[in-house]
């Protein structure tokens, strides 16, 4: 990849240097291959890429959910297989597709997680959980005692990013975390996070395969085809790069059988 | 032999045998959920120890309870004729369901869950006491509920190596080819399979999450 695109003078939160991650650890089986790029403090960064091209994978490297074949990780400069894992993940939020709520948990057992396992005493996790409720657009009074079960789709999300954020982390990484809402709802939380990621000045590193979704949230898109990068931009450039995927994609925004919008 | 009738002059008699059949129901599922609710957590990570728990928990259960009865008599310590060595056969017959559920229900929790717990960084142990277990609840009481059902069943053979239990009954009917007799010792049998059925069935409910 070009590394003119890389920003020279932000400091880099999370670092690609020549990543390869293979199941077995087999060329043949090479999810990603020599990926490299970095994500500056405060960026939102949008993976952008067809399903199995790789992005999900990026993200669980960064957390250390995957550990790279070759090549290395580094995460506030240091390589992810020198973090103790568990004190790394607690430093970086991460939402799923399905939420992945405890239901089990009330909502605010579900947000209060990661303060209940660094043992936050019962005051500061409480005014915490309130205080993030009210910042993802759920009234506390009302959802604090709620199951996952007792919630709709939306608000579901809205108690994973309240969960993710819980102890402040600086970076958050998110899967497809609209991805299987209705198209009203998914609008209505993009539009709430994207104010949301702007105030919270956190780096933020975003997979999607909706090219509406990244335009919409990123502050730099990267595209990812069978496992490599194929272009990065920021999103008033992105739709001028002449790559036949960066085409495909825009090809997606068009109405039926028009020209791309 | 006019069965109401047999029943009622032997109402003690039976009542005791009732009694003796549920302790050693309860001390034998008690020893069976000591040993395979813990054997079914640790092996959730282990596979060659959980290849071979499942496999020897599944050879005890195709042993016919008769024969297990009677190849644990000449075994020293725990062997023998009667109350301790009816114990040893029952927990062994109890094991694999208990075992089994215990191992399904902690493996089968929503992956994404899983994916959240150790995303956000939970230990595999802290995964595995505050998310697995709480969740995997219901399935594993619903292998104590099949295993009580079965243990209730099995202890009437009990009798045979002198530990007393409605087998008794079941064994003198069969000996005096009298039906009262027998049913004297069948009856409170099926009620008290009934009634565990019942009251872990319902417990199984209440433990269960929407």
């Known amino acids: 990849m070009n590394p003119k695109t890389v920003p020279e003078k932000a400091d880099r939160t999370i670092q690609f240097k020549n990543v390869t991650y293979s199941i077995n650890g087999t060329e043949h089986h090479n999810i990603v291959n020599e990926i490299g790029f970095s994500v500056a403090s405060g960026e939102t960064l949008l993976l952008l890429g067809r399903s199995g091209s790789g992005k999900t994978t990026l993200l669980k490297l960064m957390n250390r959910l995957l550990v790279p074949t070759t090549g290395q990780v580094l995460v506030h400069g240091r390589p992810t297989t020198e973090w103790d894992p568990i004190r790394l993940r607690r430093g970086i939020g991460y939402v799923i597709q399905d939420a992945g709520l405890f239901p089990h948990f009330t909502v605010a057992q579900n947000v209060a997680l990661v303060p209940s396992l660094e043992k936050w005493d019962s005051a500061r996790t409480n005014a915490r959980v309130h205080e993030l409720l009210t910042l993802v657009g759920l009234d506390p009074a009302e959802f604090v005692s709620r199951r996952p079960h007792e919630l709709s789709g939306g608000q579901r999300q809205r108690v994973g990013v309240a969960r993710a954020l819980a102890a402040d982390p600086a970076i958050l990484l998110m899967d497809e975390p609209f991805g299987a809402l209705d198209p009203v709802t998914r609008a209505e939380l993009q539009r709430e996070f994207s104010a949301l990621a702007r105030r919270l000045g956190k780096t933020i590193v975003f997979v999607t395969h909706d090219l509406r979704e990244a335009l919409l949230l990123a502050s730099r898109i990267i595209l990812l085809e069978g496992g490599r990068i194929v272009a990065a931009a920021t999103p008033q450039e992105f739709l001028r790069i002449d790559h036949p995927e960066v085409r495909a994609f825009a090809a997606s925004l068009a109405p039926l059988g028009g020209a791309p919008a | ?210």
């Open chain 2, 1 to 210: 032999m006019n069965a109401w009738r047999f029943f009622l002059e032997h109402r003690a008699e039976i009542l005791g045998a009732t009694a003796n059949h549920l302790t050693l129901v309860v001390i034998a599922m008690a020893f069976a959920i000591a040993i395979a609710v813990p054997l079914g957590m640790l092996i959730v990570h282990r596979k060659t120890l959980r290849n071979i728990a499942l496999g020897m928990a599944s050879v005890f259960q195709t042993i016919p309870s008769l024969a297990l009865f009677g190849f644990l008599i000449p075994i020293p310590f725990i062997g023998g004729i009667g109350r301790r060595t009816a114990i040893v056969a029952l927990v062994l017959y109890a094991l694999l369901p208990i075992l089994r559920n215990t191992y399904v229900g902690l493996t089968g929790v929503d992956p994404a869950v899983l994916e959240a717990a150790e995303g956000m960084g939970m230990t595999q142990s802290q995964i595995l006491w505050r998310v697995r277990l709480p969740l995997a609840r219901a399935v594993i009481l619903a292998g104590i509920r099949t295993a009580t059902i079965i243990t209730i069943g099995v202890a009437t053979i009990a009798a045979a190596i002198g530990a007393g239990g409605l087998g008794t009954f079941i064994f003198r009917g069969v000996a005096m080819v009298s039906d009262a007799v027998i049913l004297a010792g069948a009856i409170p049998a099926a009620l008290l399979a009934i009634a565990a059925d019942l009251l872990l069935g319902w417990l199984e409910r209440r433990l269960k999450i929407a």
